[in-house]
């Protein structure tokens, strides 16, 4: 079998990885309005946005002042991260935890169906309720699902562990928004102030949460 080579090059363009990653770090912190988030939080804005390719993001950034400290010192100490999807999961860079912590995402267990169907909820949101013995002092991902949202601050509000940290972060048209506010006032609801990081309106998604807990498991940029 003969060698591969590469085509001719056609178009210019950047090839070198760390070149690109350097200066596409160096693009947001020039163009993105920084000094609206805590500054304990620039790092997780930057990534955010990386994530997004949208500079604007960090205005609709709702950013609890905790959130970075209290998910960093969880993560040292081993803390779990829990996903509402396999997509978060897998977005998360296994080398910059701090302690080899599990990423869990219980949407295939073989008990979400018939949850589902009993509760008459999503599989996303019964999925949401196997976290439970896991779920104090976790650090929780939620990047896709509104009824994933909605269903962990009932289950607080219910009396559950509390998380270390939350990202709620969930995308789309239905609900999402809702959902998204209702964590932002959370505290003020329910009196029940858990750390969080939340993006207002309808942007969110996978690669924007996974980025987040990528911010959060690791200063380096």
């Known amino acids: 079998m003969s060698a591969l080579q590469p085509p001719p090059r056609r178009y210019a363009y950047q090839t070198d990885g760390p070149s690109i990653y350097v200066e596409s770090f160096a693009t947001i912190r020039r163009e993105?309005?920084?000094?609206?988030?805590?500054?304990?939080?620039?790092?997780?804005?930057?990534?955010?946005?990386?994530?997004?390719?949208?500079?604007?993001?960090?205005?609709?950034?709702?950013?609890?002042?905790?959130?970075?400290?209290?998910?960093?010192?969880?993560?040292?100490?081993?803390?779990?991260?829990?996903?509402?999807?396999?997509?978060?999961?897998?977005?998360?860079?296994?080398?910059r935890l701090p302690a080899d912590n599990a990423v869990h995402c219980f949407l295939g267990d073989e008990r979400v169906p018939e949850l589902a169907r009993s509760w008459g909820t999503t599989r996303t949101a019964a999925a949401v309720s196997l976290w439970e013995p896991l779920l104090d002092g976790a650090v929780v991902a939620?990047?896709?699902?509104?009824?994933?949202?909605?269903?962990?601050?009932?289950?607080?509000?219910?009396?559950?562990?509390?998380?270390?940290?939350?990202?709620?972060?969930?995308?789309?048209?239905?609900?999402?928004?809702?959902?998204?506010?209702?964590?932002?006032?959370?505290?003020?609801?329910?009196?029940?102030?858990?750390?969080?990081?939340t993006v207002r309106g309808r942007r969110g998604g996978s690669a924007i949460t996974s980025s987040a807990v990528n911010a959060l498991a690791s200063e380096v940029e």
């Open 32 to 95: 993105a309005q920084l000094a609206a988030v805590p500054s304990s939080a620039e790092q997780l804005a930057v990534r955010m946005v990386h994530g997004s390719g949208q500079v604007d993001l960090v205005d609709d950034l709702v950013v609890h002042p905790d959130v970075v400290p209290r998910a960093r010192a969880a993560l040292a100490l081993g803390a779990p991260i829990l996903c509402d999807a396999r997509m978060v999961a897998v977005g998360i860079t296994a080398g």
């Open 142 to 197: 939620i990047g896709n699902a509104p009824t994933a949202l909605f269903h962990l601050l009932e289950m607080l509000v219910a009396g559950a562990p509390r998380p270390a940290a939350i990202i709620g972060c969930p995308v789309g048209f239905v609900g999402a928004v809702e959902s998204k506010d209702a964590l932002a006032s959370f505290a003020a609801d329910h009196g029940i102030d858990v750390p969080f990081v």
